[in-house]
C-alpha cells in the first residue's frame, strides 16, 4: 500500500509541472490507482493536488458505462473506501471482547468475484429471457446457431417454428429443442449448450452490511450474494437469513449449517427480483476456556449446552466436563452462576439462554496414578504406577538407575496418609530394596508416592549444569554489565569473563537465603575483594532467591525441576519436604521433623519417619564422626503437660548409640526431639606443634592433652651447636587472637583521639589532614601480631617445672643461630648493630651509635632481650646509664619524647607511633634472623 501511494504522488508531481497552466487532470490509469487507495489516503491526495473526488467517481462512472454490454464484467462488490474503513473499524475493535463466530467469513479484502459466464451450468437451472443457447445441428446438413431467449420466452431456430422454453430447466429445455428439430428434419442430430448467462437483480435489506440492490449472475447463490454485499453487519444474524419471492418466504438459510456441518442444501440459487432479508441476531451465548473455538454464538430456539460445546468444535482434551458454570442473568436481571456436570445427560440438555457465558475449565496438571523419583537416581520423573508395585520395580539396578555418589542406607518415600494431603515420611534401605527384594525394604508403593534418593553427604552430581542454568536466567533478567558491575568506579580494569562453574556459590548462597532467612551475599568469582567485589544489588539477590526458591517448591511436580533435582544435595532435596510437614502441623498435631547435632557428619533437621528410632536418625544424618561418644547421647524431649498452666516440660534421656546402630534399643523418637551426639573426651589426634630452627629433628609433632614443651624438645633431639636458646621465638595462637583484638581497640581509640585532636588543635599550628592520619593507621593496622610468648628455653630444655609450659594446638618455636651483635635503635645519631663484647655498657653502646638525638627521651632507654623479654636500665644520672650487663642478641630502643614540644604536626605523633612499632618489630625479626 505505500508503494503505491509514493508511486501516484510522483506521478501526480510529475503532472503538475508538466501542465502548470491548466488543472491537473490524471488519466484512466491514475484513476485506477486512486481508487485502490483507502478513504483517508485519497482524500489527502486530492486536497493536495486539487482533485475533485465526485468528478473522478463520475468519469469512472460514465466509462463503466461505455463499455459494452456483452462484455463479461467482474462484479464490483462494494467502494474501495468502504472496506477500506471496515477493516480500519475491525483494528480498532478491542482485542479483549469475544468475536461472533462466522462473521470473519466476510472479512476478506477481495472486491470482486471473477466471472460465472463460463461456469457449468446444472441441468436444474431455470431459463429465462437473455440467456444464451449454443445450437449445433449435424448429419445430413451442419449448421451452428446462438440464440438468446427472446423476451416473451422464445427462441428462434432458423427454419423452424419458434419453441417457448422460458421456465423450463436447462434439461428439459434441451430435450424440447432436439426433439422438435429431429422430428421435422430426419437424419439430423442436434447437441444444444449454454451460451452467456443472462444477469439477476436481487436486494439485499436488513443487517446487511451494505445493503441495497445488486445484478448478479444468474447462477448466483445466496452465499455469494452474501460475499457481494460485504457480508452481515455486526448485529446481523447469520442463522435465519429468509429469501421472499413474490412477497412469499422461499427459503430460510442457516450459515452455522454451513461452516459446522458443510451442509449447503439450503444455498439456493436466486431468481431476479429476490429479496435477501437478514434480520437482526436475538440470542447469543459466549463459550470461554477450554475448547476448540472459543467464541461468541448465535442461539436458535431450544439449543442445549451441549450443541453449544459443539459449536464450539467440542472441548480440548485438557478440559474438566464435570465442574463447568453458566453465567446468566436471572428473573431479577442480575447475574447468577449455575454449575452443570456435562457428562450428565440431564446436564447436557440444559436450555441455553441469551447472555449466558459458558465456562469450561482446565483440569489439573496433577497425575492421579504415578510414582516420582527424584534426587541421586539417573532418570528422576514421574512413572505409572500400578497395584503391587514395589521400589525395585523402579530402581532395580545399582549401576545404571543410580549414581556412584548415592547414599544407598538413606532413602525415603513420601506418602499422602489423607485427602487432605497430609504427608508421611517412610524410611528404608534403598540397598537392600534393590539388593534383597524380598526384604523389608522394597516397599510396595501407593498412588502417588514420592521416593527421594539422596547423595552423600553434601555431594551432588554435575553442579555445573544447575550453575549454568541460574546464571542464564540470571543474565537474561539483567545484562552482564547490571549483573557485574563494579562498586569502585576509579578502578578501570575489565572483569574478567564470567565463569560459570563458580555460580555455584550464588546457587548455595541462595538457598541459604531461602532456608535460613538470610541476606544473599553475591560475590564475583576471580576478582580480588579490596579492589572489586559483586554489587550488592537488592534486586539481583531477590531474583536469584526467587529462581532458587521457584526450583525447589517446583522440584517434585514440575517435570524439568525434576530434572534438575539430580543436582541438588541432601539438604536442598529435603528442604521443600521439611516445608510441606512444618505447614501441615495443625492444632493437636504435632511436627514430624526430629534433628540431630554434635558429632555426626550431617547435623541438621531431619523428617521424622513413621516409627523412627535414634538410629534412623543418625543414618539420616550421614553416620557418625570417629570422634563419636558411643557410650552416652542425650535426647532433648519437649512433653506437654496436662495441666494447661504447666506449659512444656522439657525431658532430657540418656542414649547408648552402640546399642542404637546395633538394634538392640528401640528408643522410638517423638516430634521435635533432640538428639545430641558428644565427642570423645579430649579428643583431638589431630593437635600439631611445630618446631624449627637449630633442634636436631625439626619438623611438625604431634601433641596430646597434658603434653609439656619439654617432652617436645626431647622428642626433637634437643638444640644443635649453633642453637641460640635465649633467642627462641615461641607462639601461640591463642596470644596472636588476643593481640589482634587489642590491636583493634587501640586503633578506634587511636582514631577517636585523632579526631579529637583535629577539632580542639589551635587555629595557626600546622595540622595533618585527617585522611592522612587515617592512612597511616591503616598502616599501622597491616601490622600483623605474632603471639610470641617469653618462655626459657634452656630452662624448659631442663624441664624446670617453673618454666616448662603445656602445649597446645598450633604452638611453633623457632630456634635461631647463635647472636653476637647488639643492635641500637630509635632516637639515636646513627642506629646500627654492633658486635657483642663483654663488659660494655649500655651507656657504651650508645656512644658508638652517635649518642642521643635532641627529640631522645633518656630517661626511658629500655633494652629488649632476644627472648623477648624486655627491662628498663637503672639510670643516676641524665649523662649516664647503669652498667647493667647486656647479652648477645639483646636490643636497645631510644624512644622519642613524647614531651617534646615544638610546632610538630599531628602527622608527627602518628609518625612516631608507627615508628615505635616498627622498632619494637625490628628487634623481634633481628632476634629471628
Not at 509514493?6 to 508531481?13: G, H, I, R, S
Not at 523389608?440 to 542454568?469: C, M, Q, W, Y
Amino acid at each position: 500500500m505505500l508503494n503505491l501511494v509514493k508511486k501516484l504522488m510522483v506521478a501526480l508531481v510529475v503532472l503538475s509541472f508538466t501542465m502548470p497552466l491548466y488543472a491537473a487532470s490524471p488519466s484512466p490509469a491514475m484513476i485506477a490507482q486512486l481508487k485502490k487507495l483507502p478513504k483517508s489516503e485519497q482524500m489527502k491526495i486530492a486536497k493536495q493536488y486539487g482533485f475533485d473526488l465526485n468528478q473522478l467517481n463520475e468519469k469512472s462512472n460514465s466509462e463503466v458505462l461505455d463499455q459494452s454490454p456483452e462484455q463479461d464484467l467482474p462484479e464490483q462488490l462494494e467502494p474501495a473506501n468502504k472496506l477500506d474503513d471496515e477493516k480500519e473499524k475491525k483494528e480498532e475493535r478491542d482485542p479483549s471482547l469475544p468475536v461472533r463466530y462466522g462473521l470473519s467469513l466476510f472479512d476478506s479484502s477481495i472486491s470482486t468475484f471473477a466471472p460465472v459466464g463460463n461456469i457449468p451450468v446444472p441441468d436444474s437451472y431455470l431459463l429465462g429471457a437473455d440467456d444464451e443457447l449454443l445450437i449445433q445441428i449435424f448429419g445430413k446438413e451442419n449448421s451452428e446457431e446462438k440464440l438468446s431467449i427472446n423476451r416473451d420466452g422464445s427462441i428462434q431456430v432458423p427454419s423452424y417454428a419458434p419453441i417457448q422454453i422460458a421456465g423450463l430447466s436447462f434439461a428439459k429445455a434441451k430435450a424440447l429443442i432436439i426433439d422438435r428439430i429431429t422430428k421435422q428434419n430426419i437424419g439430423v442430430e442436434v447437441a444444444v449448450s449454454m451460451g452467456k448467462l443472462r444477469t439477476i437483480n436481487v436486494f439485499l435489506a436488513g443487517e446487511a452490511k451494505f445493503p441495497g440492490s445488486y445484478t448478479v449472475s444468474a447462477l448466483a447463490t445466496l452465499t455469494q450474494t452474501l460475499f457481494v454485499a460485504g457480508g452481515v453487519s455486526d448485529i446481523g444474524s447469520l442463522r435465519e437469513i429468509s429469501v421472499k419471492r413474490a412477497g412469499k418466504d422461499v427459503a430460510s438459510f442457516d450459515l452455522y449449517r454451513l461452516l459446522l456441518k458443510g451442509d449447503s442444501t439450503a444455498d439456493i440459487h436466486l431468481q431476479h427480483g429476490d429479496v435477501v432479508f437478514i434480520p437482526a441476531v436475538k440470542s447469543l451465548a459466549e463459550v470461554s476456556g477450554e475448547v476448540n473455538r472459543p467464541a461468541l454464538y448465535e442461539l436458535k430456539s431450544g439449543e442445549t449446552v451441549s450443541d453449544l460445546v459443539d459449536m464450539a468444535g467440542g472441548s480440548k482434551a485438557g478440559a474438566f466436563p464435570r465442574n463447568v458454570v453458566v453465567e446468566r442473568f436471572n428473573e431479577k436481571n442480575v447475574r447468577s452462576l449455575l454449575n452443570l456436570d456435562l457428562t450428565k445427560a440431564i446436564d447436557q440438555t440444559v436450555e441455553v439462554r441469551n447472555g449466558d457465558v459458558l465456562r469450561i475449565g482446565q483440569t489439573s496438571k496433577r497425575v492421579e496414578h504415578l510414582v516420582t523419583v527424584a534426587g541421586a537416581a539417573v532418570r528422576p520423573g514421574q512413572y505409572a504406577w500400578t497395584p503391587g508395585i514395589r521400589v525395585n520395580s523402579i530402581l532395580n539396578s545399582l549401576w545404571s538407575d543410580l549414581h556412584l555418589t548415592v547414599d544407598l542406607d538413606y532413602a525415603l518415600v513420601v506418602r499422602e496418609k489423607s485427602e487432605l494431603g497430609d504427608l508421611q515420611v517412610i524410611q528404608f534401605n534403598l540397598g537392600k530394596a534393590i539388593t534383597e527384594p524380598e526384604s523389608t525394604d522394597n516397599l510396595e508403593l501407593s498412588a502417588r508416592d514420592l521416593i527421594l534418593v539422596f547423595h552423600h553427604g553434601e555431594e551432588s552430581f554435575n553442579r555445573p549444569e544447575l550453575d549454568k542454568l541460574l546464571y542464564t536466567k540470571l543474565t537474561k533478567q539483567y545484562t552482564e554489565k547490571q549483573l557485574f558491575a563494579k562498586v569502585d568506579p576509579v578502578f578501570d580494569e575489565k572483569l574478567p569473563q564470567p565463569f560459570i562453574a563458580d555460580v555455584s556459590a550464588l546457587a548455595s548462597q541462595a538457598f541459604a537465603a531461602v532456608s535460613e532467612k538470610k541476606p544473599v551475599e553475591i560475590n564475583r568469582p576471580g576478582v580480588v575483594a579490596d579492589r572489586v567485589r559483586e554489587p550488592q544489588n537488592r534486586e539481583h539477590k531477590a531474583y536469584l532467591k526467587f529462581l532458587m526458591q521457584d526450583l525447589l517448591n517446583n522440584v517434585f511436580y514440575d517435570a524439568d525441576a525434576l530434572k534438575l533435582s539430580v543436582h541438588l544435595t541432601r539438604t536442598e532435596l529435603l528442604y521443600p519436604l521439611l516445608q510441606r510437614l512444618r505447614q501441615q502441623a495443625r492444632f493437636n498435631a504435632s511436627t514430624q521433623i526430629a534433628a540431630v547435632y554434635g558429632e555426626v557428619k550431617m547435623p541438621g533437621e531431619y523428617p521424622l519417619p513413621t516409627k523412627g528410632t535414634v538410629g534412623d536418625l543418625l543414618v539420616a544424618a550421614g553416620g557418625l564422626n570417629d570422634s563419636a561418644y558411643l557410650e552416652r547421647a542425650e535426647i532433648t524431649r519437649s512433653v506437654s503437660q496436662k495441666d494447661s498452666q504447666s506449659g512444656v516440660r522439657v525431658q532430657h534421656i540418656n542414649v547408648n548409640l552402640l546399642d542404637a546402630l546395633q538394634g538392640k534399643s528401640k528408643l522410638a523418637l517423638a516430634s521435635r526431639d533432640r538428639l545430641t551426639v558428644f565427642a570423645v573426651p579430649d579428643w583431638n589426634i589431630e593437635r600439631t606443634i611445630t618446631i624449627s630452627g637449630q633442634v636436631k629433628f625439626p619438623g611438625t609433632y604431634t601433641i596430646q592433652q597434658g603434653e609439656k614443651l619439654s617432652q617436645v624438645m626431647a622428642r626433637a633431639g634437643g638444640l644443635t651447636d649453633d642453637g641460640f636458646a635465649s633467642g627462641a621465638v615461641f607462639t601461640r595462637e591463642q596470644i596472636r587472637e588476643q593481640e589482634t583484638m587489642q590491636l583493634g581497640k587501640l586503633m578506634q581509640q587511636l582514631r577517636s583521639d585523632i579526631a579529637a585532636k583535629n577539632l580542639s588543635a589551635e587555629s595557626d599550628q600546622a595540622q595533618t589532614k585527617p585522611e592522612d592520619a587515617i592512612m597511616m593507621i591503616s598502616e599501622i593496622e597491616k601490622t600483623k601480631p605474632i603471639g610470641r610468648l617469653v618462655i626459657d628455653l634452656p630452662s624448659v630444655i631442663d624441664a624446670d617445672p617453673e618454666y616448662d609450659l603445656l602445649v597446645e594446638e598450633g604452638d611453633e618455636l623457632y630456634v635461631p643461630s647463635n647472636q653476637t651483635t647488639v643492635s641500637v635503635v630509635g632516637e639515636v645519631q646513627h642506629a646500627s648493630s654492633h658486635r657483642f663484647r663483654s663488659g660494655m655498657s649500655v651507656n657504651d653502646y650508645l656512644q658508638l651509635a652517635g649518642g642521643f638525638r635532641k627529640r631522645a627521651d633518656d630517661e626511658r632507654v629500655y633494652v629488649i632481650r632476644a627472648d623477648g623479654s624486655v627491662f628498663v636500665p637503672n639510670q643516676s644520672s641524665w649523662f649516664a646509664v647503669s652498667n647493667e650487663s647486656l647479652q648477645a642478641g639483646d636490643t636497645i630502643v631510644v624512644p622519642l619524647d613524647t614531651d617534646y614540644t615544638t610546632s610538630l604536626s599531628l602527622w608527627s605523633k602518628v609518625t612516631t607511633i608507627i615508628s615505635q612499632s616498627i622498632v619494637a618489630l625490628a628487634a623481634i625479626n633481628n632476634t629471628v634472623n
